[in-house]
């Protein structure tokens, strides 16, 4: 029932920013401080990568090494939206981006998300 729909990506060029949205709904009167939610990326051919989560709850927050520094994760509670501000963005950003959440605190650990949006392009010119 959970469902997590990201928005926010598009083609930009190096040194740009973007900020995506991931609405979390469905909830079922839950509130969305019960998850946890992450973000993650994929490129063609290449293995999901962990960027950052956050334990809505707790406020706690977790960057991967390649964007710490220039990505920052944040939350709004009344919209049930997470959000991934992106500065500073490299061709090697260029993936597929995709919202990832699951009941109690977020984890980094794919298989431990339970619920994923369908994922937003990011491409990255040079």
């Known amino acids: 029932q959970v469902q997590l729909v990201e928005s926010g990506g598009g083609l930009v060029q190096a040194g740009d920013s973007l900020r995506l949205s991931c609405t979390l709904s469905g909830l079922a009167g839950r509130s969305s401080s019960d998850y946890g939610t992450a973000w993650f990326r994929q490129a063609p051919g290449k293995e999901r990568e962990f960027v950052a989560s956050i334990s809505w709850s707790a406020g706690v927050t977790f960057y991967g090494e390649s964007v710490k520094g220039r990505f920052t994760i944040s939350r709004d509670g009344a919209k049930d939206t997470v959000y991934l501000q992106m500065n500073s963005l490299k061709p090697e950003d260029t993936a597929t981006y995709y919202c990832?959440?699951?009941?109690?605190?977020?984890?980094?650990?794919?298989?431990?998300?339970?619920?994923w949006g369908q994922g937003t392009q990011v491409t990255v010119s040079s």
């Open positions: 990832a959440a699951r009941r109690g605190i977020a984890t980094r650990t794919i298989s431990q998300n339970e619920y």
